[in-house]
């Protein structure tokens, strides 16, 4: 699947990207895991891996999920909602935008995004650490 961005409910998965309009850019979900933007090599990436299987546009943030809805895995957080004339797409300098009438909410080039879910393990330290 290629296409320029991804509007609100679209998704992409495993294999699938999105292109810059002058075809320069790919931002690929891969099928390690990870969200990336290549020109001929990579410029941005969201350090992600696992079992991840899709990336939905909502509410004016990309979301990265493994199965079902929640939760996310990784999330852009861009602190502002959207609306559902919010879309995320690729640039021709390879910067990946989050727009909502007109304006930039959201920039690859501004910031990586947020991992938003740990493993099990992790949250139960978490948790015994709070309890003392």
């Known amino acids: 699947m290629c296409r320029n961005m991804l509007k609100v409910n679209d998704e992409i998965r495993r294999g699938d990207y999105i292109s810059s309009p002058n075809g320069r850019y790919k931002a690929i979900f891969q099928h390690d895991g990870n969200f990336v933007i290549y020109e001929v090599k990579r410029i941005w990436s969201t350090e992600t891996w696992g079992n991840q299987h899709r990336i939905v546009m909502?509410?004016?943030?990309?979301?990265?999920?493994?199965?079902?809805?929640?939760?996310?895995?990784?999330?852009?957080?861009?602190?502002?909602?959207?609306?559902?004339?919010?879309?995320?797409?690729?640039?021709?300098?390879?910067?990946?935008?989050?727009?909502?009438?007109?304006?930039?909410?959201?920039?690859?080039?501004?910031?990586?995004?947020e991992i938003t879910h740990y493993s099990f393990s992790e949250d139960m330290l978490d948790f015994a650490d709070l309890r003392k």
Request: net charge negative; glycine share 10%; aromatic share 10%.
């Open 58 to 113: 909502s509410n004016g943030n990309l979301y990265m999920y493994e199965n079902g809805n929640y939760p996310s895995h990784w999330t852009t957080r861009s602190g502002v909602r959207g609306t559902t004339e919010s879309f995320a797409c690729l640039l021709d300098d390879g910067n990946l935008a989050i727009q909502d009438r007109e304006q930039v909410m959201w920039s690859s080039a501004r910031c990586k995004g």
